[in-house]
């Protein structure tokens, strides 16, 4: 994602999205999403508010490794202060090498385990002294990959049961480890969706008021 780019994306983000929004950031398996993901959007929401990151299989944490790698001195420095600032939910297997690991849950594809999960997650988050503005979601895809149908029905029932009204959420998706159905119906649900990639931000789907033509 290009720099020029960056206000662009901010303005849906910090503009238009509000809390209970469902945002999508698509991307292909070798763009280097980190550069994005640690490198400005997460920086980005800290500064504004609380921020509790769903890692699952570690996914949040490879690509943690993988940014920390690129930089150094100043920016270096600014990473490792981030993440005291982050709190985690750790999903599966896998390390979490950063934020304050604030619960663990084992992955569910049945809906009903998912929902008991999902419901003690949400509670967790609502009573924590600080509400989070903003729920980030890194391997969502590939929770969907390994469960299948099931796994898309079990997001479903838990979003249409217990929606998150109080903060935006915003889910990293890798679009290569989707079939085509489960991505549709992922963005049939999000209030907007994205694509990143190094040819810049396209808009796939737009959030905002909608003009009824009254008054």
Do not use: C
């Amino acid at each position: 994602m290009s720099r020029v780019d960056i206000p662009i994306f901010e303005k849906y983000i910090f503009g238009k999205a509000n809390r209970g929004d469902v945002i999508l950031l698509e991307y292909a398996p070798t763009y280097p999403v980190e550069e994005f993901s640690w490198g400005v959007l997460l920086p980005a929401l800290v500064e504004r508010d609380g921020v509790v990151v769903a890692d699952f299989f570690g996914i949040g944490g490879i690509l943690f490794r993988n940014y920390t790698r690129k930089v150094s001195g100043k920016e270096y420095s600014g990473v490792i202060e981030l993440i005291k600032k982050i709190k985690v939910v750790k999903i599966g297997p896998g390390s979490t090498s950063y934020g304050d690991v604030i619960g663990e849950v084992v992955p569910a594809y049945d809906s009903h385990t998912f929902l008991k999960n999902y419901y003690a997650i949400v509670s967790r988050i609502s009573h924590s002294p600080t509400k989070p503005e903003y729920f980030i979601t890194f391997g969502l895809g590939h929770y969907i990959h390994f469960g299948g149908d099931e796994a898309i029905k079990a997001i479903l029932t838990g979003i249409s049961t217990i929606p998150l009204e109080d903060w935006v959420g915003i889910h990293f998706i890798n679009a290569g480890v989707l079939r085509s159905e489960h991505l549709a119906m992922l963005e049939e649900i999000a209030s907007m969706v994205f694509h990143i990639s190094r040819d810049g931000l396209k808009v796939k789907k737009e959030g905002g008021a909608i003009d009824q033509g009254r008054g």
